[in-house]
């Protein structure tokens, strides 16, 4: 497109669009065309792309102080804890700063470990947890790991909906259980209401620490501060990233007490971790979700979303399935996205895919009604152009 690829491998796949600016939940390119990103930076743009209160929050802290390891104190860094401690789900206190998702999901399995003495893992058929050596052990697919074996030794996937095989895989070894509340890569899969409860009640009678990789879902984006929250579910290590400061790098994994209190000087750390340019980003990003409603719009405007989408299914045979929570949506496809997702990028819709054949929308939470409704309608346009062209009615 402009000359970047000739710089990188052929590491992701890319779509035919050169963005050059962004407000809310629109997009422009180099030549001043406008999207409606339904793509959200793959879930960083959680509250809008140059959200005026990051922004704002980005200039002061940048003229202040950029960078402060954690081996000094910071006041920005203070006041984003506790604006953080403050919305945490109950009983988790202690919190530990890393840049990105697989980051903390390196953190959490090693507090995890560290606080029981056991090696062994569970994770979910599907789990989509990161790429570094930790996060690629419990992610499940294939694809992404049969290069790089051996992996971490210890690590058994189970069935997602079946919590009988959860149960069965326990053993003396293991001492954590992981998983996305709501699989995200998978193709936004939103488990049985009994089936979260049921996992805790497991984790908590065999003594396991229950692990939640909310990087995608968590901070408002099914419409609850948390995802565990939909089943009125509490883990004992959460893993965030994503949007959790704006769009600048940051991840965060918050435990209870006695896990981070296991972990002993210098057993993990971050160079840039806690920094007050991401601190200031993320305190505005959390005022952002609750001054501002956006936790609620996320569930008001994403349910009008569903529904728009139920419409669609309506009318397209192709549509095998709409499923998701607030603005955490999935649209399966009887045949692959590829084209539908191109077409819609010349049409000012951005989408993102999930697997070949699962649309998957993660819009920022900031999408109002009206722009909802003129992005389903550029899908309807899409969609009756893709079945024209297989000859499908
Ligand atoms: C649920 C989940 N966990 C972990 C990750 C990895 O995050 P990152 O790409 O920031 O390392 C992602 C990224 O898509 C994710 O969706």
């Known amino acids: 497109m402009n000359g970047e690829d000739n710089y990188f491998g052929t590491l992701y796949q890319r779509f035919p669009v050169n963005v050059a600016r962004g407000k809310g939940a629109m997009l422009w390119d180099t030549s001043g065309k406008q999207y409606i990103d339904c793509m959200g ?7 809008g792309h140059c959200n005026d209160r990051v922004v704002n929050a980005i200039k002061k802290q940048a003229d202040a102080l950029i960078t402060a390891h954690m081996s000094v104190y910071n ?8 604006k953080m401690a403050a919305v945490a789900p109950e009983g988790l206190t202690k919190m530990f700063f890393t840049n990105s998702g697989t980051e903390s999901v390196e953190a959490a399995l090693k507090f995890a470990r560290k606080f029981t003495g056991k090696p062994g893992v569970i994770a979910m058929n599907g789990a989509y947890h990161g790429k570094t050596f930790g996060a690629l052990s419990v992610t499940y697919n ?4 049969k290069s790089f074996m051996p992996l971490l030794e210890g690590v058994k996937f189970v069935p997602y909906s079946d919590p009988s095989k959860l149960e069965e895989a326990i053993d003396d070894s293991v001492g954590a259980v992981i998983l996305e509340p709501i699989q995200g890569e998978t193709g936004i899969i939103v488990p049985p209401d009994d089936l979260i409860p049921k996992i805790r009640e497991i984790c908590t009678r065999k003594n396991i620490v229950l692990i ?15 995802a565990g929250q939909n089943w009125n579910t509490t883990p004992d290590i959460i893993c965030l990233a994503k949007g959790i400061a704006g769009g600048v790098p940051m991840g965060l994994v918050i435990t209870k007490p006695e896990i981070m209190d296991a972990i002993k000087l210098g057993e993990h750390s971050s160079t840039f971790g806690g920094s007050p340019l991401a601190c200031a980003a993320g305190s505005a990003t959390i005022e952002a979700l609750t001054t501002d409603g956006l936790v609620d719009n996320a569930a008001k405007t994403g349910k009008y979303f569903r529904e728009k989408l139920m419409g669609l299914k309506e009318k397209h045979k192709v549509i095998r399935e709409v499923r998701g929570l607030g603005m955490m949506l999935g649209v399966e496809l009887r045949f692959e996205v590829k084209d539908v997702l191109f077409d819609g990028i010349s049409h000012g819709l951005l989408m993102l895919y999930s697997g070949r054949n699962i649309i998957r929308l993660l819009p920022p939470l900031v999408m109002d009604e009206a722009t909802v409704s003129r992005a389903v309608e550029i899908m309807d346009a899409v969609l009756t152009r893709e079945e024209q062209r297989r000859n499908v009615s």
Request: glycine share 14%; no cysteine; aromatic share 14%.
């Open 41 to 47: 930076g793959y879930g960083v743009a959680l509250v």
């Open 75 to 82: 006041e920005t860094r203070l006041e984003f804890l506790k």
């Open 142 to 145: 294939e694809k992404y790991r």
């Open 212 to 226: 939640f990789d909310e990087i995608q879902a968590g901070l408002g984006r099914t419409g609850k501060m948390w």
